[in-house]
Nanobody, 127 residues
Framework: QVQLVESGGGLVQPGDSLRLACTAS????????IGWFRQAPGKEREFVAA????????KYADSVKSRFTISRDNAQNTAYLQMNTLKPEDTALYYC????????????????????WGRGTQVTVSS
């Protein structure tokens, strides 16, 4: 089973940027869409962004559109989430996960469609 490890979180000020990475343990990663989700204390896990296996399709939550960019490097078994103009409301534990379905050409946005969750990386935006 593919294992995912998130990294790149930290404590930043409003307006700063961070780049999160999601590294997979196996090449099988390359055949699956990747989703980024986040969960703030006391809130439900929410969709942030997703990218298809070929990187030909992406989707973003409205709250992060134009500020966040998802990408992937299949040769490195890694996906990225570039986060710019961070806001306090972006504070959360960020997770990456694999789509249940291999080679899906559309990008799905519900947590139930994903598996192999990482342990998350904390992002805190505070002045």
């Amino acid at each position: 089973q593919v294992q995912l490890v998130e990294s790149g979180g930290g404590l930043v000020q409003p307006g700063d940027s961070l780049r999160l990475a999601c590294t997979a343990s196996e090449r099988a990663f390359r055949s699956y869409a990747i989703g980024w989700f986040r969960q703030a204390p006391g809130k439900e896990r929410e969709f942030v962004a997703a990218i298809s296996w070929s990187a030909g399709s992406t989707k973003y939550a409205d709250s992060v559109k134009s500020r966040f960019t998802i990408s992937r490097d299949n040769a490195q078994n890694t996906a990225y989430l570039q986060m710019n103009t961070l806001k306090p409301e972006d504070t959360a534990l960020y997770y990456c996960s694999l789509d249940h379905e291999m080679g899906r050409t559309i990008v799905v946005t519900t947590a139930a469609d994903y598996r192999s969750w990482g342990r998350g990386t904390q992002v805190t935006v505070s002045s």
